[in-house]
Every structure is written in structure tokens, then in C-alpha cells.
């Protein structure tokens, strides 16, 4: 059966470029490899030689010139390109197939043409996880800076066995299922690719445990409840993180910790509302003091202070008291405080008030309802008699 066009098994046209290249031929093994074809094996394994027959020509700029020039004649026995004997040797299937499947093999750690792609030693040191906490702190707690103690769940070695997970006195034997890899090497693609997938007897560890230690259990690993003290700088903002180095999880073997990363939920203010470094307040002030001008108290974070508002303030003027505001963290600078100041009109007023504010409209050219004196007593009794 002749062979078919190198270009057509990619589904792409001739003068692709090399990334054109490497996604069609991406697609393509995610679509017939056999590990994912389990319904129709025969078929996918012929199908990924095809394509890996096209892909290993074609991400080759050198086979590929000859390719293009002489067809599939460049590659037969004494024809003018030399001969092609199918290695691939100059595909890069290592990443390719560390992109399509994440490094993982379908389950374990990619190997082709029997390289045996490298691991790291299973009974080797490693690092700890890393861990998160979640804390909710107040609103002076997050602008002033606070330190806070928390207990945590830690794992960490066991103290008994050194991490080992064996009998004090024993100590874990290499697996015979893996040889000490953890990992087994299962073969497709009649032989041209190999998978390597963790050892389903000692679990990817390279070892065995014939007498567990009575403390762990044979894990190698315990819990054990962690006091940390977090320093949270002033300034902090809500949804922020702290970063602590080496107080996550410890290592297995003698690796290094992992680290905390501990996200700060600020509760919100009664008075202010925060926007970066600054802060903003909402005042009543009396209609009085916006017109003549007068001395005010402002609360602020530390303590009440006195803002003197220049007369003729109108509603919703917004003051600035500068340095009132949040420290900008690991600094010694603050933002502001911004006052809004609504302007209070009085609801009840007495005749008297009522008659110099009138005066006071006239005086302004406004028009307004006149204050009307009150009677006597004897003024209504008289009012009532004549019916009015």
C-alpha cells in the first residue's frame, strides 16, 4: 500500500510553519494514541506510526528539504537524500509528549524509543507542602499592624523512625516489584513508546516496609499541632497574603519545610471605608457652620480631632487632613483622611428662630414664608366668638 502524503497525515499544507507542525501533530496524538483508544487499539497504533512517521520527517528541517524535493523517494535505499531508518532522532518527543499529557504519561512519566526519561530518587530528601490559612483580623488590627498566634496542623517526620516508616532497629527494603524506581514500565505502540506508571506495590516509594514502626504506623509521617506567631505589618489590605518561609509542612527525609501563606478578610469600619492608603468619612455638620464657618471634631483612627471649616461651605464638600490616613507597609508614610460634610438643616425651629431667619431671607432677597406672631390668649378667646 503506497504510503500517504506526509503533509496530508498532519492535515496540514506543505510550507506549515514548525509550531504549525508540532499542533497538528499535538492533535493528532491525543486523538489515535492507543492509551485512549482502548475500544480500537490495532487501529490507533497503526494510525500513531503514521503520524509519528510524518511528524519525525517533517520537525526535521534538513528531512524535511529532501522531502519536499524528492518525496518519499528521499528516504529509500539509494536514492540521492540517503537513507531514512526511522528513528525520529530528530523529533522532539520528550516535549511534545510532556506538553500533550503534563509530564505524566497517562499515570506516570513519559519514556520513548526506551530512553527512560529521569526521576527523582523516591527515597531521596523532598520538600514539605506548602500550606494556607485564612485569618480575619479588624479594621485597626489591619491599619496599625498586629501579631497573632495560631495552631496549626503540621506534618512533618517521624521522630521514631527518622522518616523511614520502619521497626526501630529495621529498616525498609527495596521493592522487587520496581527494583527500588517505584515506578513500572509498560510498553505501546508495538514496543516504539514505553509508559512508566507508579509501582502499585510499594506506591511509588522504591521501598517496602516489613515491620511498620508502632509510632507512625509505617508512614514515616505524624501530625502534630504547630504554634505560629504572624506578624501582620501595618497597612495591610483585605484579600492580602503573607508569605512565611519554611513554616508549611516539613520535608520527608530531610527535605526542606514548605512554606505558610496566611490570606487576611479585614472586617469593615462602622465610620470609614478604606481606598488604598486613604481613608473616607461622612459627617453632619450644622447649616450654621457651613454658612458662618466654625470649629469641628473628627474622629479619626487614633483620637478626635479639630478641623476648622471655613464659612460658605456648601453640602457634600469633601476635606482632606493629611497623614490621617493608613501606613503604607514596611513605611512610616500615611495616606489621608477624606471628610465628606453634609450640611444639617434643622427640622423644629421656635418662633423666635423662625422670625431671625426670616429676616435673614429678606436680607438675602429670598422668598420664604413669613413667620406669623403668635396670639394671646385673649386674641383667640376672641377669635373663637366671632367664628374664626
Known amino acids: 500500500m503506497a504510503k500517504r502524503d506526509y503533509y496530508e497525515v498532519l492535515g496540514i499544507t506543505k510550507g506549515a510553519s514548525d509550531d504549525e507542525i508540532k499542533s497538528a501533530y499535538r492533535k493528532l496524538v491525543k486523538k489515535y494514541h492507543p ?8 487501529e490507533a497504533e497503526e494510525k500513531m506510526k503514521e503520524v509519528n512517521e510524518a511528524y519525525a520527517v517533517l520537525s526535521d528541517s534538513e528531512k524535511k528539504a529532501k522531502y519536499d524535493q524528492f518525496g518519499h523517494a528521499a528516504f529509500e535505499q539509494g536514492a540521492g537524500g540517503g537513507q531514512y531508518y526511522g528513528g525520529f532522532d530528530g523529533a522532539d518527543f520528550g516535549d511534545i509528549f510532556s506538553t500533550i499529557f503534563g509530564g505524566s504519561g497517562f499515570g506516570g ?21 506548602d500550606l494556607e490559612y485564612n485569618m480575619t483580623i479588624t479594621f485597626e488590627e489591619a491599619a496599625k499592624g498586629v501579631k497573632k498566634d495560631i495552631n496549626i496542623p503540621i506534618e512533618e517526620d517521624c521522630p521514631t523512625c527518622n522518616g523511614t516508616g520502619a521497626k526501630e532497629g529495621t529498616k525498609p527494603e527495596m521493592c522487587k516489584t520496581c527494583n527500588g524506581t517505584g515506578q513500572v514500565r509498560s510498553s505501546a505502540l508495538g514496543g516504539m513508546f514505553q509508559t512508566m506508571t507508579t509501582c502499585p506495590t510499594c506506591g511509588g516509594k522504591g521501598t517496602v516496609v516489613k515491620e511498620p514502626c508502632a509510632n507512625c504506623r509505617g508512614k514515616g509521617r505524624v501530625t502534630k499541632n504547630r504554634k505560629i506567631t ?21 520535608g520527608k527525609k530531610g527535605g526542606s519545610s514548605g512554606d505558610l501563606y496566611v490570606t487576611v478578610t479585614v ?30 471634631e473628627v474622629p479619626t483612627l487614633d483620637e478626635t480631632v479639630k478641623y476648622t471649616v471655613p464659612e460658605g461651605t456648601q453640602p457634600n464638600t469633601t476635606f482632606r ?18 471628610v465628606k460634610v453634609n450640611v444639617e438643616v434643622p ?20 422668598n420664604v414664608n413669613k413667620t406669623k406672631k403668635k396670639k394671646s390668649i385673649l386674641e383667640d378667646i376672641k377669635d373663637n366668638i366671632k367664628g374664626k
Open 35 to 42: 492509551d485512549l483508544n482502548k475500544d480500537n487499539v490495532k
Open 109 to 129: 512519566s513519559f519514556s520513548g524509543f526506551g530512553g527512560g526519561s529521569q526521576r527523582r530518587n523516591p527515597n531521596g530528601p523532598s520538600r514539605g507542602r
Open 230 to 250: 504572624i506578624n501582620i505589618p501595618a497597612g495591610i489590605d483585605n484579600g492580602q497574603t503573607i508569605s512565611m518561609r519554611g513554616a508549611g509542612e516539613g
Open 267 to 296: 472586617k469593615p469600619h462602622k465610620q470609614f471605608i478604606r481606598r488604598g492608603y486613604d481613608l473616607y468619612l461622612e459627617m453632619n455638620i450644622p447649616f450654621t457652620v457651613a454658612a458662618l464657618g466654625g470649629e469641628i
Open 321 to 338: 487632613l493629611r497623614g490621617l490616613g493608613i501606613t503604607k507597609i514596611n513605611t512610616s508614610i500615611r495616606g489621608d483622611l477624606l
Open 347 to 366: 427640622k423644629k425651629l421656635t418662633l423666635e428662630q423662625k422670625r431671625l431667619l426670616t429676616e435673614l431671607a429678606e436680607t438675602l432677597g429670598n
